[in-house]
């Protein structure tokens, strides 16, 4: 069953890669996105077959997900998710022709030690170790704080790209941001994987529905939506997905492991390589630049709220 699940996360990445990809070929030839617009915003992305593959891409990926942590414990399968990162960022320059830096391929090499690292901290770990749901106090303690932290972060990032005469932000904050939305997210989703019983599938609908899953599935589906399809219209797609990705996966393994209670690894080796394959993921956050250098990145003025700089005079002299 372990076998099974690290072949779903490894499935799970390869279909979320695909969808960011496709979405973000499709928002390239999109009018410019605005949060303070979101019914315009679906609108236009709707009318996009492009786009609407990528969903669709993104909806079985959420699927496989949901295999994975109905085997896995929820730390382990973030080290997985995370290894998604190596194919979007070569499927970002393969086919959206953005470049990654020096210390971007160096994150790559990094990545791959921390999922040979979780991989392995999986040997000898039983199905016991997986637990199905979380107290609801202690969930929503963790979920309701972690969204308006997000929320915040993404409406302090639009804040600071109104100010003229700033070098245009990479993205990482938006991806910080709209990872955090995700996390809570992805929390809901290990819970949704908990509840679902094909032997009861009355009961199941009945607990699911009496549990907060779902309506955190519904809020961090709708917002996130719209955030992080702004964000990735603005940003290259080989960097806010991986900071996006990396913050979703640490905050889910941090708090998920705490609150549905799952054990870490008793063997010494086993935890080694466990918290520091999701240290690795970390490390790689870290390192990411805080500003686009990037030559294939989209200029300042397709940012919606930026307003152009006022063009120099054509003489020396003062007006």
Same mark, same amino acid.
């Given at each position: ?58 909806? +079985? ?17 973030? /080290? ?21 830096? /020096? ?6 090499? +990094? ?38 932290? /997000? ?51 009355? /009961? ?116």
């Amino acid at each position: 069953m372990l076998w099974w699940g690290v072949a779903s996360a490894l499935l799970a990445n390869v279909l979320y890669s695909t969808g960011f990809v496709l979405e973000k070929r499709a928002l390239s030839g999109l009018p410019a996105l605005s949060t303070r617009q979101p019914a315009r915003l679906v609108r236009h992305l709707l009318s996009s077959p492009l786009w609407l593959g990528g969903s669709l891409a993104l909806a +079985a990926g959420f699927a496989a997900q949901l295999a994975v942590y109905r085997t896995l414990p929820i730390a382990a399968a973030q /080290g997985i998710f995370v290894s998604g990162l190596v194919l979007l960022l070569l499927l970002s320059s393969v086919f959206l022709g953005e470049r990654t830096s /020096g210390r971007e391929r160096r994150g790559i090499l +990094a990545i791959l030690l921390a999922l040979g690292m979780v991989v392995g901290s999986l040997q000898g770990s039983g199905a016991s170790t997986v637990t199905r749901t979380a107290p609801t106090g202690t969930l929503l303690a963790i979920a309701l704080p972690s969204l308006a932290a /997000g929320l915040w972060l993404y409406g302090s990032a639009e804040r600071r790209a109104k100010r003229r005469h700033r070098q245009p932000s990479s993205g990482v904050p938006y991806g910080v941001a709209v990872g955090l939305l995700y996390g809570v997210s992805s929390l809901a989703i290990k819970g949704v994987s908990g509840l679902l019983d094909a032997r009861d599938p009355a /009961g199941a609908v009945r607990a699911l529905f009496t549990s907060p899953y779902p309506y955190l599935l519904l809020f961090t589906g709708a917002v996130g939506l719209v955030l992080s399809q702004t964000a990735l219209q603005r940003c290259r797609a080989s960097l806010i997905v991986p900071v996006c990705t990396t913050v979703t996966c640490v905050f889910t393994a941090a708090c998920g492991t705490v609150a549905f209670g799952e054990p870490l690894p008793a063997d010494p080796l086993r935890l080694a390589l466990r918290l520091g394959g999701t240290a690795m993921a970390v490390l790689v956050l870290l390192a990411l630049p805080r500003q686009d250098t990037d030559a294939s990145a989209p200029p300042p003025e397709q940012h919606p709220a930026s307003e152009p700089e006022p063009s120099a005079p054509s003489q020396g002299a003062d007006p």
